[in-house]
């Protein structure tokens, strides 16, 4: 129960005081006091309004309003009017114990009301016990004080009245809708204002912090030192899903459990947080193109890729059958002037080392322990190794491979393709290696090699077409969305040695149009003869075949073969602008073969998909993962061996 108090101390305590006190003053003090009460003039508690005024400030619950503070009736009344200031009781000088309990209930004093008098050089709080609370058997001493107050206000007595009754007024007023509001009167005759209590000023919340140097990454930094720069690794990864983390929709599903914003902080890394419903109700394994349960959908589409744009890296190298693998790969498939790493790495090699899982392990070496190998296939000495960012690896469907031979005696596969496809999320791919015939003249020949590879190439089997509208049964190439092919296909330039030559001595810069105007491939393409729908990007560099091995010298020999572009990478999309070229080169510090391979850097736009495929259930050649990464440590270990012996060793010099 709510306790009725006074300056902070319950009634009831403030009743024992001065029945204390009376006993002590004696009872002719106490009557004379009493009989003061009685004479003076007061007001009923109707015309002062005083009920409303007390149920609305002191708030009391309509069971306790009129009950003390142990259930003693307390009747509200209208404080009294001023006594006379020369009355001896009230000149009472108030005891040593009164003055320290006065000055502690002071600093306590909680106003109920605030109003501005004019009858003071300051404004005053109407203290709580005058609001329409009548204290009974009140003490000498606080009578006095209560009387010094009045005194000092005797002239705002009829305020005070005007201040119940706008009070009392105003009460009527919100329960009649047809009043019109008025400004209430105060004292004075000046409008009366509650004073609210000031509203917290309203900012900005406080911004979602990312932790993007996570502990996964620090111990990758560790062991991984010159796999890639971190630093700016980690800044594009904030780039690319800063307008995701931004997103509404993932701040909703942030704060949408009891936990707070700021307690995921410690958790937040640069992967998307999984809310706990997510992982009760969500399947993965189904919905529609737009359905948010979908694992190749839109949903999660946007969160891997926010500008829905995959990279892809292409290597095709003819390695002239030489066993030695060059010692650094670094050049190839992580050059200087590439900034980041792509999401896919795809190497086609024609007439390959004999020792195939050699090279593949020597891919994952370079590559490092961020990119797992998703799929290799092999016809003959044609090689296709598949690699992909290893978080990548679940939006993958199974990945399905087919060979053709060209060759008129089927068991020898040194000429012929290898075609390798797969989804991934609602997009899918092609990718084709091949070796067509060699030969100045033989044009003839390497156009029914096109032919018999694009009718030849089984594919797909158990993959669905995701637009079987716009397939041929005759073209394997018209059967998915992105096409990629890569590799010799042995076009050579129709112009004699000598004139190459001259033209080579030029200063050519990156313009090789006049070389590139006695190309035979593509002339062929632009007539219509041999890889329809294709494009290439512009060629700026010189001729990849035919080179003296281990230099920059072009066939040397007595057969004087004629420099040409015979290493190329085509693309073709079924939509317009799917595909964009970032990057077309050779790379000329690889001389162990008569061909320098050539690198193509694209841009490819991705679509959501259904989950209506087979998945590839993030399989990967393990053995081969484990020892590409047991030799780059190797390596790391020996390099810094080296260093430190380097460091240590000392030269003695005689002057």
Not at 175 to 181: E, F, I, K, M, R
Not at 515 to 537: H, I, P, R, T, W
Not at 602 to 629: C, S, T
Request: aromatic share 8%; hydrophobic share 30%; glycine share 6%.
């Amino acid at each position: 129960m709510r306790m009725n108090c006074y300056n902070g101390v319950p009634l009831q305590h403030l009743g024992d005081i001065s029945s204390q006190e009376e006993k002590d003053s004696g009872s002719l003090e106490s009557k004379e006091i009493r009989q003061l009460e009685l004479e003076a003039p007061t007001l009923s508690n109707e015309e002062f309004g005083c009920e409303n005024f007390l149920n609305d400030t002191l708030r009391f619950p309509p069971d306790e309003v009129g009950q003390g503070a142990l259930g003693s009736p307390v009747l509200p009344r209208l404080p009294l009017m001023p006594k006379p200031p020369e009355h001896p009781r009230l000149q009472r000088a108030s005891s040593l114990e009164e003055k320290t309990r006065r000055r502690k209930f002071k600093s306590n004093q909680d106003t109920l009301v605030s109003t501005k008098g004019t009858g003071s050089s300051s404004a005053e709080s109407i203290p709580s016990d005058l609001t329409g609370l009548q204290i009974r058997n009140s003490t000498p001493n606080i009578q006095g004080r209560l009387g010094n107050w009045l005194t000092s206000h005797a002239a705002d007595s009829r305020n005070i009245q005007e201040l119940g009754y706008s009070l009392r007024k105003d009460d009527r007023d919100r329960t009649d809708p047809t009043v019109a509001l008025e400004p209430k009167q105060g004292l004075a005759g000046k409008p009366y204002k509650k004073k609210l209590s000031p509203l917290p000023p309203a900012g900005p919340l406080p911004a979602v912090e990312i932790n993007v140097a996570s502990t996964a990454l620090r111990t990758s930094n560790r062991i991984d030192q010159d796999c890639v720069d971190y630093g700016l690794a980690a800044h594009s990864i904030l780039q690319r899903q800063s307008s995701n983390l931004s997103d509404s929709r993932l701040l909703d599903g942030l704060v949408s459990d009891t936990c707070s914003t700021s307690s995921m902080k410690s958790t937040l890394s640069v992967l998307n947080p999984i809310r706990s419903k997510d992982m009760r109700d969500r399947s993965f394994l189904e919905g529609s193109l737009l359905s948010r349960g979908a694992l190749l959908g839109a949903e999660e589409l946007d969160r891997y890729f926010p500008d829905r744009q995959v990279g892809i890296y292409i290597v095709t190298w003819n390695m002239q059958g030489k066993k030695e693998i060059p010692e650094n790969l670094d050049d190839l498939l992580l050059p200087t002037d590439n900034d980041f790493a792509q999401d896919f790495y795809v190497i086609g090699i024609q007439e390959g080392c004999s020792d195939r899982g050699e090279w593949e392990i020597r891919l994952q070496e370079t590559l490092g322990p961020y990119y797992v190998m998703l799929y290799t296939a092999a016809h003959g000495v044609l090689y296709m190794t598949l690699f992909i960012r290893r978080d990548l690896i679940w939006f993958c469907s199974e990945v399905e491979h087919a060979t053709v031979t060209t060759r008129i005696i089927s068991q020898i596969k040194t000429k012929g393709a290898i075609g390798i496809g797969f989804t991934f999320f609602g997009t899918s791919f092609l990718f084709i290696t091949s070796h067509f015939t060699s030969g100045d003249s033989k044009v003839y020949e390497r156009i029914l090699d096109y032919n018999k590879i694009i009718e030849a190439l089984t594919l797909p089997r158990i993959l669905p077409d995701t637009n079987p509208y716009r397939s041929c049964n005759s073209d394997v190439t018209s059967r998915y969305d992105e096409v990629f092919w890569f590799g010799d296909f042995n076009f050579r330039l129709s112009k004699d040695r000598g004139s190459v030559d001259v033209i080579l001595k030029e200063d050519l810069g990156s313009d090789m149009s006049r070389l590139l105007q006695y190309d035979q491939l593509a002339k062929e393409m632009k007539d219509g003869s041999v890889f329809k729908g294709f494009n290439e990007a512009v060629i700026q560099f010189p001729p990849t075949y035919k080179f003296d091995t281990g230099c920059d010298i072009y066939d040397s020999t007595t057969k004087q073969r004629i420099p040409s572009y015979t290493d190329r990478v085509l693309y073709k999309s079924r939509h317009k602008d799917d595909i964009k070229v970032v990057k077309y080169s050779c790379c000329s510090t690889i001389k162990t073969s008569d061909h320098r391979p050539v690198v193509g850097v694209f841009q490819v736009k991705l679509r959501p998909g259904r989950d209506n495929i087979p998945l590839g259930a993030g399989q990967f050649n393990r053995d081969i993962y484990l020892e590409g990464i047991k030799r780059r440590i190797s390596r790391e270990l020996q390099r810094k061996q080296a260093l430190r012996n380097q460091k240590s060793s000392a030269f003695c010099t005689l002057s």
